[in-house]
């Protein structure tokens, strides 16, 4: 069953898409781009806040794929507390060796990469993620002002990578600039989660306070829509 992830950059944010019943809480700071990391104080405040009463992801920022700066922000990410921790893999840099540094950490860790569709990603390295030991994958969008995830890659090619996550008991996630219209055409590729920011904001701006009302009917049409499935 697909659930809904909510990104937030703070504790009144967390609290309030608490209360609508996501399924998801994403810490992330999106004036700072794409996967934009909150401060790990911030992070570790929510993490008390929330208290255990629903899963935390958070992102480490957009980073270039160096394997010593990205492990090096994984590593002070981990020691939040947050359940899933998101790491982008952006266009050049070292992927492989990047994997390879990640594959040291426990199998305990629950590290997600995220793929951008708007990169034209060769979605068969979902291989070496899984062997490098993350929990699962999600596709993103990297540039947040050409539209969603639907206009940045084919329905079918979405839902070849949804298979191919599934294939390998990997967890996985669609978002990136998604929009209430977007929901029922991606469920019946049955992701275990959508991700949403900007349709949660006021006026949809991404960088804006979320509004209560646009995320419990976000939640609600993912839920009839899961029904209608």
Request: glycine share 8%; with cysteine; proline share 3%.
């Given at each position: 069953?697909?659930?809904?992830?909510?990104?937030?950059?703070?504790?009144?944010?967390?609290?309030?898409?608490?209360?609508?019943?996501?399924?998801?809480?994403?810490?992330?700071?999106?004036?700072?781009?794409?996967?934009?990391?909150?401060?790990?104080?911030?992070?570790?405040?929510?993490?008390v806040a929330i208290n255990g009463r629903c899963p935390i992801s958070a992102t480490v920022g957009d980073l270039p794929m160096q394997p010593e700066?990205?492990?090096?922000?994984?590593?002070?990410?981990?020691?939040?507390?947050?359940?899933?921790?998101?790491?982008?893999?952006?266009?050049?840099?070292?992927?492989?060796?990047?994997?390879?540094?990640?594959?040291?950490?426990?199998?305990?860790?629950?590290?997600?990469?995220?793929?951008?569709?708007?990169?034209?990603?060769?979605?068969?390295?979902?291989?070496?993620?899984?062997?490098?030991?993350?929990?699962?994958?999600?596709?993103?969008?990297?540039?947040?002002?050409?539209?969603?995830?639907?206009?940045?890659?084919?329905?079918?090619?979405?839902?070849?990578?949804?298979?191919?996550?599934?294939?390998?008991?990997?967890?996985?996630?669609?978002?990136?600039?998604?929009?209430?219209?977007?929901?029922?055409?991606?469920?019946?590729?049955?992701?275990?989660?959508?991700?949403?920011?900007?349709?949660?904001?006021?006026?949809?701006?991404?960088?804006?306070?979320?509004?209560?009302?646009?995320?419990?009917?976000?939640?609600?049409?993912?839920?009839?829509?899961?029904?209608?499935?």
């Open positions: 069953m697909t659930g809904m992830l909510a990104s937030v950059n703070s504790v009144e944010e967390a609290l309030l898409a608490l209360s609508a019943n996501v399924d998801i809480i994403d810490l992330k700071q999106p004036a700072l781009g794409a996967l934009g990391a909150l401060e790990t104080d911030i992070v570790k405040n929510i993490v700066i990205v492990y090096q922000a994984v590593t002070e990410m981990a020691e939040t507390g947050v359940d899933y921790i998101k790491i982008g893999f952006f266009p050049g840099g070292d992927w492989q060796r990047t994997l390879k540094k990640l594959a040291t950490f426990p199998r305990t860790m629950n590290l997600i990469a995220v793929l951008f569709a708007d990169t034209q990603p060769d979605i068969a390295i979902i291989d070496a993620i899984k062997n490098a030991g993350f929990k699962g994958v999600m596709l993103d969008t990297m540039n947040k002002t050409n539209g969603s995830l639907t206009q940045a890659m084919a329905k079918a090619d979405i839902a070849q990578f949804v298979r191919l996550a599934k294939d390998r008991s990997m967890l996985c996630g669609l978002a990136g600039s998604l929009r209430l219209n977007d929901i029922a055409e991606l469920i019946p590729c049955q992701p275990d989660y959508l991700g949403f920011r900007g349709a949660l904001c006021l006026d949809h701006n991404r960088t804006a306070q979320l509004n209560g009302s646009s995320i419990r009917q976000i939640k609600q049409a993912i839920d009839q829509s899961k029904t209608a499935s």
